[in-house]
């Protein structure tokens, strides 16, 4: 069941159109995570629905209550903002507890709260200590645990690893599941970052241009991308995606383009309907393709590649390859790519059943 929808959702700031007709819903006890690139509206639509911005259009319906234009306060929704925003010249501890206190909770209530809170958040011994002597990861955790505090129905995270290194983002990915795991709590994360999606968010609404254009768990996203668009979001190293003109006869489509020819693909019966001659877009994953071995038959539509870089990145290989004047991505376990160098010539296939083909005018997936 939806505790959280929104429908029809439109904010523009003077000539600038931040949102553009928002639709999602998000379930009870789900982390959903809202993807896109910057300026693409994911903070405007939290923003909206904790009340922080009214929408110029459009619903947000918050626990079967229509909280559009309801105050901040009295929508049980609580955010975390991509800076940390805390007091610099209070503690730890009175960080923690100041939404309590604004609300008139009782002292022991409060140091319930901040303790049990604390706790979970394994900042127990910072708590006499100011947010300035707190590592980037613990000032991050000190943010969430203000908003946790108030054991909100709703938690709203924008960016919030953003400003984190590397290691820290891993670690704190960790602590959003496990916390996510062990309140039940309804979370809706926005993101940049494709990893952080794909490994939290148990459903995505992949957003752009203040627009959300597909909703779904990763594998559905990854596997079945409603169009090109999403493709190229979803999967690291990205898509291949390979100028392509629709051959064939009518009856028997296929796909052509500069260095090989494919057929029978899943798209095959939805591309009798395009006439011969569209221009396509012919999709494969970096580990869809596949160097064809010696004495092997190909596995599938077959060409040959020149490598011209390598990027090794521990246990596999990106072998960044040129076909037809199109440039290509290959990952290969490290043990399989060491016996390719720059300049090698190298027979290789993609697998068929595995591709996509998108309408190339307006990007729309043909399956």
Not at 57 to 75: C, F, I, K, L, P
Request: net charge negative; aromatic share 6%.
């Amino acid at each position: 069941m939806s505790v959280l929808s929104v429908a029809g959702l439109k904010k523009s700031f003077g000539d600038i159109v931040a949102l553009d007709g928002v639709d999602l819903a998000v379930d009870k006890g789900e982390f959903f995570a809202l993807l896109g690139p910057s300026a693409s509206g994911k903070t405007t639509t939290l923003r909206t629905i904790c009340g922080i911005e009214r929408p110029d259009q459009g619903q947000v319906m918050y626990e079967g209550q229509d909280v559009t234009h309801a105050e901040v306060r009295g929508r049980d929704i609580a955010m975390v903002f991509q800076t940390f925003a805390l007091y610099p010249h209070l503690s730890i501890f009175d960080n923690l507890a100041y939404p309590l206190r604004q609300a008139g909770v009782s002292r022991d209530e409060v140091n319930r709260r901040v303790g049990e809170t604390a706790e979970m958040l394994r900042l127990t011994h910072t708590l006499d200590r100011k947010p300035g002597t707190a590592s980037g990861g613990e000032q991050q955790r000190i943010a969430i645990g203000r908003a946790l505090v108030r054991r909100p129905g709703l938690l709203l995270l924008d960016e919030p690893l953003t400003n984190l290194d590397a290691k820290l983002r891993n670690d704190t990915r960790a602590e959003f599941k496990r916390l996510h795991r062990e309140l039940g709590m309804t979370i809706v994360f926005a993101t940049p970052d494709e990893l952080e999606a794909l490994s939290m968010g148990q459903r995505i609404g992949l957003l752009t241009d203040g627009k959300i254009v597909q909703t779904g768990t990763p594998d559905e996203l990854y596997t079945e991308p409603k169009n090109a668009y999403v493709a190229s979001m979803v999967g690291s190293p990205r898509v291949n995606l390979i100028d392509a003109t629709r051959r064939g006869a009518d009856a028997a489509p296929s796909v052509e383009t500069p260095f090989m020819s494919a057929e029978q693909g899943p798209w095959a019966d939805a591309l009798k309907a395009f006439p011969v001659g569209s221009d396509l877009y012919f999709g494969f994953r970096p580990n869809d393709i596949q160097p064809v071995g010696e004495g092997q038959t190909p596995g599938g539509p077959s060409f040959t590649a020149r490598v011209h870089l390598t990027e090794p990145l521990g246990d596999i290989v990106i072998l960044d390859l040129e076909a037809g004047g199109a440039e290509l991505k290959m990952v290969l376990p490290e043990e399989q790519a060491v016996r390719y160098s720059v300049g090698d010539e190298v027979p290789v296939f993609v697998r068929v059943e595995n591709t996509h083909v998108f309408a190339r005018d307006t990007g729309t997936a043909i399956r």
